[in-house]
């Protein structure tokens, strides 16, 4: 009885239910008996509950439903509550997505608002030395350096760093405070771990996201994970991976390392880093060559898949082992299980999108399902794991330095949609901006700094930056820097500027990796779990998280603290001109109705905070296998109202659970590919010769709708009087009434219109995907014959490309630094590692940075298993790290976790942290060594493969 009562927490009662810290085998595990970090840490903290008898009754407790902070799988948790203290937690057994599971890191989540390392107060380093501020103190002297900046270098001497870590809210407002500030120096995380995908994806067939859901995932016969490694970095998505497997799928996992998810495969296969175009090409030359192509798919829905056939000329076999290393039978065994077991999925994760190729590798991932005709069906798609709790939301909602809110770009038309919903003067927002012109183009429609680079933002020669002046002063805000390479570069910027200033629960490494005295500035943000509102998942549903507690010590919301700055610097009012302000406190509810109101290009619309509270205190009515609610108060939604969710929320859209699916009518779910790049390309026709999602009136191909094609057809008079005012002149993405898709949908038609995926992105600098051979990299003979781009200027940002290329040939590089080097993640620690290097039950299970090599070249080396070593990179640093001999990784190859800080080639930065909070863990940055390299879309930076040399210390 006690666990089925548990099913049903919002019944739960302390007599009912203990969710006691030892009832976790985790914590058994943690060292927790050994006196580890995790037992000396939290004895007598008041976590460690005493044992009492059963029922004891400890006052009334409080059942919250939140969701993890971690990776963006999306699991419930179920927080108990007593007195206004977090005391206990448990995986939400009835949610949809993780039913009960969690991983090392979601067991200890609760950790996270206890922690003793966290910054407890605002502070400002003086003189070398850390010095407490009151919030007051703080804003303000924040506040006059900014206006000081400003009126010396203009608006875009600023960067703006946010956070995948933010909430859709905080994402929102974050991205609306850079506008009102005038800058498009914003960006976060997303450019560094998916960015390629974005653009590859969204440039494909229409929109940048996964197309499918990881429930989904039970219905494929064949799986292809390609730089992937969920097991380790979204490890409760391997229980859908899993269940798929059982019922018979077929597993590749196509990795350079054998890493734990390929110890599940049916097969592996090890490929060389930074050549998966050719991999990719080698399936299609035998998928073309045997007739094992969707033809009729390809015919009705793709275009210019006829010069991808012409380019996998280019990539026999043999000349695929070259590249790749990967033998040709294994690549024709692979292509035909493949054919042989569809529907399949491809899953690609930061193997395949952080490199100077990383869009064209996504298109190759993309153009493969195309052949197959593996898209718009269960089973099939693309399943794009990504990172972070929130890093799809973040990226929805424009945290970014080249869109605004759902994607609208920097144009004219799309600052004006926007200042439509925010009810502001198109001329004030202008106002905010630089209006000189750099380069030949005004900063309000010039991308601007991408966080990858933002310390070139810093110090490149301001003659050549496409701004008035370099970057001076930046917010750190829930970013930490160690997750950039280049660390010497990242250090130096640090140095440079006139001001630091960190928001975030921890210090961080912009804290302490610099050499500075002074200017430096941490304002404490509360954790997601002491405030509330949305969150997406990589399936794109949107779940509501409660507030679990208050502010812990003196933090504050993340949304709270860009309010208060918006009143330092005078654009408060318009800030929040239609969001009700509590104290000084944005409501998060109306924040999101002003997203709602805008976000009409992908569909984030129909989601009302009403809905998505509704779905989440009815978790246990959605099915585990397709996210669908059959009955309850949400029938016939899928769980999360996952994008597009079309129109208004009260027209009552399901959601989306699989992107481009033409077996459903629209207002079920259904869609087909979007007409995002015109009609026609010389002459060529770009529309889908296919009639598109299920009872579409107009039969076949269609353009995008606008009101001039709604009063064509006829169908205009269906408007009311007020929508036709407010779509007069407007089309689908930018009629805030919502009319024009009301009525489009009325006769089963998508919106966005109906056309063909393109394979050829004429816009890129590669119109077709080729392989093109990393910058540094230990084939001379492959950089010859297949060279990286000429260099050029990237928005606002000289970028090198071939000058790199032929500097590691002209020094010999190659031959002085012979060891291929990747990087990936660790299962006990996320993202920079600050955070979960401060949670003493995590830290208990990983406390050495470290570099796995292959026995052959320790021995050549004389290295041994743990050994102290030294990696040397060609652009100079050094790091000071242990040896993990490995068969894990061949002769040749090396692979470096990137979770670690603390330690800068040698020299430990725990005297520069403020006192109480250094990590309990501290190791060399992997960024640190990992070398120049930039994507010439999207300036994703290049960490899956650069070279080193390794030498015992």
Excluded at 263 to 276: F, L, M, S
Excluded at 756 to 773: G, I, L
């Amino acid at each position: 009885m006690k666990l089925m009562r548990n099913l049903h927490p919002e019944k739960t009662t302390r007599e009912s239910v203990s969710l006691g810290l030892n009832r976790r085998q985790f914590l058994k595990q943690a060292g927790i008996a050994s006196g580890g970090i995790a037992a000396a840490s939290m004895l007598g903290s008041g976590m460690i509950r005493k044992a009492e008898a059963a029922g004891a009754a400890r006052g009334p407790v409080e059942t919250k439903r939140t969701i993890c902070t971690h990776c963006s799988v999306g699991c419930g948790i179920y927080a108990e509550v007593s007195s206004g203290v977090w005391t206990g937690h448990e995986p939400a057994f009835d949610h949809p997505i993780n039913r009960g599971s969690h991983c090392a890191k979601g067991a200890s989540v609760i950790h996270h608002t206890h922690s003793e390392k966290r910054v407890k107060y605002p502070m400002k380093l003086e003189g070398g030395k850390w010095k407490k501020l009151s919030w007051e103190e703080a804003i303000d002297q924040v506040g006059d350096l900014m206006l000081k900046i400003r009126q010396e270098s203009g608006p875009d001497a600023l960067f703006f760093m946010g956070s995948a870590k933010f909430s859709n809210e905080q994402c929102y407002l974050y991205r609306k405070f850079a506008a009102m500030w005038g800058t498009n120096n914003i960006d976060h995380s997303a450019r560094i771990c998916h960015s390629t995908t974005v653009a590859g994806v969204a440039n494909t067939w229409g929109y940048g996201a996964m197309t499918n859901s990881y429930n989904d995932m039970h219905h494929c016969k064949s799986m292809l994970f390609i730089g992937a490694n969920p097991a380790e970095a979204h490890p409760v998505s391997l229980q859908h991976v899993l269940v798929g497997k059982e019922r018979g799928a077929k597993m590749i996992v196509v990795d350079p390392r054998f890493t734990r998810t390929a110890a599940h495969a049916d097969e592996y296969v090890h490929i060389r880093p930074g050549t998966d175009i050719p991999f990719i090409y080698g399936l299609l030359w035998h998928i073309f060559d045997n007739g094992w192509e969707d033809q009729d798919f390809i015919d009705r829905r793709v275009w210019a898949m006829e010069e991808i056939r012409a380019e996998v000329k280019n990539y026999p076999p043999d000349e695929v082992e070259l590249i790749t290393g990967v033998a040709p039978e294994q690549v024709a065994r692979v292509a035909k299980t493949l054919a042989d077991h569809r529907p399949g999925t491809i899953v690609w994760c930061m193997g395949g999108t952080q490199h100077t190729v990383g869009n064209a590798n996504t298109r190759a991932y993309c153009i493969l399902q195309l052949a197959l005709g593996n898209m718009g069906v269960s089973g099939g798609g693309a399943n794009i794991f990504r990172g972070h709790d929130n890093v799809q939301g973040a990226t929805d909602l424009g945290l970014l330095f080249d869109n605004l809110p759902g994607y609208y770009g920097l144009s004219e038309g799309a600052w004006k949609h926007w200042s439509r919903v925010w009810e502001l003067d198109y001329d004030w927002v202008k106002s905010r901006f630089d209006q000189g012109e750099y380069l030949g183009k005004k900063p309000m429609h010039t991308p601007g700094i991408p966080c990858s680079r933002w310390h070139d933002g810093v110090m490149e020669d301001p003659a050549k930056l496409g701004q008035k002046d370099n970057i001076r002063m930046a917010f750190y805000w829930g970013q930490s820097v160690n997750t950039e390479t280049r660390g010497r570069e990242v250090r130096e910027a640090l140095n440079r500027m006139d001001a630091v200033v960190v928001v975030d629960p921890y210090p961080t490494m912009a804290a302490v990796m610099h050499t500075r005295k002074d200017n430096v500035f941490l304002l404490p943000a509360c954790t997601q779990f002491e405030t509330y509102g949305s969150v997406t998942a990589s399936n794109r549903s949107i779940q509501w998280r409660d507030k679990v507690v208050e502010p812990v010590f003196e933090s504050k919301s993340d949304q709270e603290i860009m309010y208060l700055l918006a009143k330092k610097l005078g654009f408060a009012d318009q800030l929040c001109k239609n969001i009700k302000v509590n104290g000084n406190e944005p409501l998060v509810e109306d924040v999101t109705r002003e997203w709602n109101h805008g976000m009409w290009t992908i569909g984030m619309t129909g989601q009302s905070p009403e809905r998505l509270k509704m779905h989440q205190q009815n978790w246990g009515t959605f099915e585990f296998e397709d996210l669908s609610a059959r009955g309850g108060p949400a029938k016939g939604d899928t769980y999360g109202l996952p994008w597009p969710c079309w129109g208004t929320p009260e027209l009552g859209h399901p959601g989306t659970h699989i992107l481009y699916d033409t077996s459903k009518h629209i207002m079920k779910g259904g869609g087909n590919f979007r007409a995002r790049f015109g009609v026609e390309y010389e002459g060529q026709n770009l529309l889908a010769d296919d009639p598109g999602s299920k009872g579409n009136e107009l039969g076949g191909g269609h353009p995008e709708f606008t009101d001039e094609m709604l009063k064509q057809l006829g169908w205009w008079e269906e408007l009311t009087a007020e929508e036709k005012q407010a779509a007069e002149g407007r089309n689908w993405k930018t009629d805030l009434s919502g009319g024009i898709q009301r009525v489009a949908m009325a006769h089963g038609c998508i919106p966005y219109g109906n056309a063909r995926a393109r394979c050829k992105v004429w816009t890129f600098p590669d119109p077709v995907p080729v392989h093109r051979e990393p910058l540094y990299t230990p084939r001379r003979d492959l950089a010859i014959k297949y060279p990286n781009l000429d260099d050029r200027q990237v928005h606002r940002l000289p970028t090198l490309y071939k000058s790199i290329q032929e500097k590691v040939i002209r020094e010999n590089l190659d031959r002085k630094f012979p060891l291929i080097v990747t990087t990936g993640r660790l299962v006990e620690y996320e993202g920079g590692g600050e955070e979960t290097r401060s949670n003493p039950w995590l830290a208990e299970l990983q406390q050495t940075m470290f570099v796995e090599m292959n026995p052959a070249d320790a021995a050549d080396r004389g290295i041994r298993d743990g050994d102290a070593v030294t990696l040397h990179s060609p652009e100079g640093p050094v790091l000071y790290i242990s040896a993990m001999v490995t068969e894990r990784v061949i002769p040749g190859e090396c692979f470096m976790p990137y979770h670690f800080a603390g330690i800068f080639e040698g020299e430990s930065l725990v005297p520069r942290y403020p006192e109480g909070t250094v990590p309990y863990i501290q190791g060399e940055s992997a960024n640190t060594a990992m070398t120049y390299g930039y994507d010439p879309v999207t300036q994703m930076q290049e960490t899956k493969v650069s070279i080193c040399q390794i030498n015992r210390a």
